[in-house]
C-alpha cells in the first residue's frame, strides 16, 4: 500500500520553492455580513439583515502559523470551483484524508487534487475530466504538503 506523508517544515525538500506563512496583521478590514441570504432573481431589502462584520482573515484562516496561500495556474479543478488565478488558502496543520482537496509534492513540484484513499489504493484525481488520475503504487510515498481549506476567486469586471 503507498504511504501517505504529510511534509513538516522539517521534512520538506530543499528544492521546493522557500514559502512564507501567512502574515498577521492586526488591521481588520470588516465588511457588513447580512444574515438574510439572496435570492438571484429579485432585488431584497437586505439593510434590514445586517449581522455583524466580516473578517475575511478569521473567516479563511483557522491555524495562522500553519495557513499559506497559493495561486492556482492551470484547468485541473475546475470542477471542484478552483479556477486558473484563484488563491488558494492552504493549512498545514490538518490531516489529510479521503475527498480532502491537497497540495501535494510530485517529483518536487506542486499540484493541487483530490486526495482518493479507499481499499489500499491511493490515488489523486483532478477536477477535471481531460486529467488522468495520478496512482500511487506499494512502497511509493505521497508527499501532502498541506489541505485546501478555501479559495478566493476574482471576476473580472
Known sequence: M??????SHATAP???????PAKHNSVVCRLPLLQHRIPAGFPSPADDYIENG????TYLVRNKTATFFFRVIGDSMTGAHIHDGDMLIVDRSIEPKHNHIVLAVINNEYTVKRLHCQNGIVELHAENPAYPPICFHE???LQVWGVIV???SKFVV
Do not use: K, W, Y
Not at 54 to 57: C, E, S
Open 54 to 57: 466580516l473578517d475575511l482573515n
Open 14 to 20: 530543499d528544492v521546493l520553492p522557500p514559502l512564507q
Open 2 to 7: 503507498p504511504t501517505i506523508i504529510s511534509l
Open 139 to 141: 512502497h511509493e510515498e
Open 150 to 152: 478555501g479559495a478566493v
